[in-house]
């Protein structure tokens, strides 16, 4: 069983950055981040397989936010820059141990491990 622990949300103004970690007690393939806003379906944020370092991107997000791996301290990362009203969410922090071969990094329901979520809001 592998638990994660997201921390690194707040309130920010539109135009700051903000990192997210996510910390997992146990061995993970693949770790993503989703995020949630009110009234909207989780979507797809960023993923990284760990071994590799090899990452995906929803494409609207791509160029404004970054997912980093420390193996050393089996956390992830999700560099979020130029932050704008609407990244406002729940942003969530899940993991797979499957293998990644026909892994679906887009997919919340490929992963089996996730977090409770860090509220990110940011201000117009």
């Known amino acids: 069983q592998v638990q994660l622990v997201e921390s690194g949300g707040g309130l920010v103004q539109a135009g700051d950055s903000l990192r997210l970690s996510c910390a997992a007690s146990g061995r993970t393939i693949t770790m993503g981040w989703f995020r949630q806003a009110p009234g909207k379906e989780r979507e797809f944020v960023a993923a990284i397989r760990r071994n590799t370092g090899i990452t995906y991107y929803a494409d609207s997000l791509k160029g404004r936010f970054t997912i980093s791996g420390d193996n050393a301290k089996n956390t992830v990362y999700l560099q979020m820059n130029s932050l704008k009203p609407e990244d406002t969410a729940v942003y969530y922090c899940?993991?797979?141990?499957?293998?990644?071969?026909?892994?679906?990094?887009?997919?919340?329901?490929?992963?089996?491990?996730w977090g409770q979520g860090t509220q990110v809001t940011v201000s117009s």
């Open positions: 899940a993991a797979s141990s499957s293998p990644p071969y026909g892994f679906t990094y887009s997919l919340a329901s490929a992963y089996q491990y």
